[in-house]
């Protein structure tokens, strides 16, 4: 995925990185939340001894979900920064 959550979003330096400020930090925060919910996911999916076969595959499917989420979150935020260094370079 290779998406840093501690890497400044933007600086405020130039006027590409103030405009998109908002929204990269907006994409950021879901991100961490998508990773919050994977880890759920996955500590439910672990105790699956512990669920009926219905209710696994429901979780095993919305881990799925949320992990193609993640990832669609992180190409996002990275071609913006790839847009922004572009831009500003």
């Known amino acids: 995925m290779g998406f840093d959550l501690d890497r400044s979003e933007a600086d405020g330096s130039d006027a590409t990185s103030a405009d998109n ?3 990269s930090q907006a994409l950021s925060r879901n991100l961490l939340a998508e990773r919050f919910a994977i880890d759920a996911y996955r500590k439910i ?3 699956g001894q512990n669920y009926d076969r219905a209710t ?5 499917v919305a881990l799925a979900v949320e992990e193609e989420h993640a990832e669609i979150l992180s190409a996002i935020i990275e071609n913006l920064r790839n847009l922004n260094g572009a831009l500003a370079g």
């Open 56 to 60: 696994l595959r429901l979780v095993k």
């Open 45 to 47: 999916a672990e105790g």
């Open 21 to 23: 400020s908002d929204f």
